[in-house]
């Protein structure tokens, strides 16, 4: 809670079925925005969970951790990983 009584909002809280982790990764996409689809596919690891996220990665929690962080400037290679490891798939449409 913050100093205003406010509970902050949480994306992860609301992605509990593929159609909405699809709406919401189609969505951010769309924008083209680098950051928020970083903290997009942080979101949707915390309602997946981190530590199966970690497994199917190979990578430490703390380092998934470092990906999703606000600045990160993460390997496409490693952001390619976890979105195979998240069960998504990208498709292109011709603007």
Known sequence: MNPDG???FD????LDSDEM???YISQVMADGD??????A???????????????DTGFGRESLYK?????AKPRFET???VIRALGIKLHALPS
């Open 6 to 8: 406010y509970t902050p």
């Open 11 to 14: 994306p992860a809280q609301y």
């Open 21 to 23: 982790i699809a709406e």
């Open 34 to 39: 680098t950051e928020e689809l970083l903290a």
């Open 41 to 55: 596919l942080g979101h949707i690891a915390k309602a997946r969970g981190m530590t199966r996220l970690a497994q």
């Open 67 to 71: 990906v999703f962080a606000p600045g």
């Open 79 to 81: 952001v390619m990983k």
